[in-house]
T-cell receptor
Framework: DTEVTQTPKHLVMGMTNKKSLKCEQH?????MYWYKQKAKKPPELMFV???????INESVPSRFSPECPNSSLLNLHLHALQPEDSALYLC??????????????FGNGTRLTVT | KQEVTQIPAALSVPEGENLVLNCSFT??????LQWFRQDPGKGLTSLLL?????REQTSGRLNASLDKSSGRSTLYIAASQPGDSATYLC????????????FGKGTKLTVNP
């Protein structure tokens, strides 16, 4: 069982919809991440939060809006998505970021389909 | 720009074999390297993390080595089992500016009973 919980597991949305993906961890980790993974490809980093502050935005389009309400929760707000945004969205957490790395713990992802 | 390559892309072995997965990276200036496994439709599971100052890490039947100067890491799996079937990904945390992992494309392992 994963210690990072993502909801929903599956999401189908139209291009005009607004939806949110949610991620929760209770391991006391201070860094949280959003990754996007297309079929048969490695994960691509989207955002990193460190101590609840956005530290990395990998030039992600503004139709994706991250939010970190507290150290245990991470949201990804979706608006006006395109069909090519369909992918597996993975949340991850780690004790910290930086030179002395700590292992990333991933959730099982949200399978998003944009119609 | 850091690039990570994993060879082979796919590997099929009979149960019980010992096997080695390879990972190479172009820029040897890294903080650490992680090995993950991913089962179909699931998230990634961290297997081993090697800091740049370390040579190897072991967990159960898994052993990962790191040769930073040559830009290589190997994941050794002893006495493989059908449950080891998954895609194995290598990722490096590079000193090149941002604290992000650069992933290889993975090796898809099938262990046949």
């Amino acid at each position: 069982d994963t210690e990072v919980t993502q909801t929903p597991k599956h999401l189908v949305m139209g291009m005009t919809n607004k939806k949110s993906l949610k991620c929760e961890q209770h391991m006391g980790h201070r860094a949280m991440y959003w990754y996007k993974q297309k079929a048969k490809k490695p994960p691509e980093l989207m955002f990193v939060y460190s101590y609840e502050k956005l530290s990395i935005n990998e030039s992600v389009p503004s139709r994706f809006s991250p939010e970190c309400p507290n150290s245990s929760l991470l949201n990804l707000h979706l608006h006006a998505l395109q069909p090519e945004d369909s992918a597996l969205y993975l949340c991850a957490s780690s004790y910290w970021t930086g030179r002395v790395g700590s292992p990333l713990h991933f959730g099982n992802g949200t399978r998003l389909t944009v119609t | 720009k850091q690039e990570v390559t994993q060879i082979p892309a796919a590997l099929s072995v009979p149960e019980g074999e010992n096997l080695v997965l390879n990972c190479s990276f172009t820029d040897s200036a890294i903080y650490n390297l992680q090995w993950f496994r991913q089962d179909p439709g699931k998230g990634l599971t961290s297997l081993l993390l090697i800091q740049s100052s370390q040579r190897e890490q072991t967990s159960g039947r898994l052993n990962a080595s790191l040769d930073k100067s040559s830009g290589r890491s190997t994941l050794y799996i002893a006495a493989s089992q059908p449950g080891d079937s998954a895609t194995y990904l290598c990722a490096v945390n590079s000193q090149g500016g941002s604290e992000k992992l650069v992933f290889g494309k993975g090796t898809k392992l099938t262990v046949n009973p």
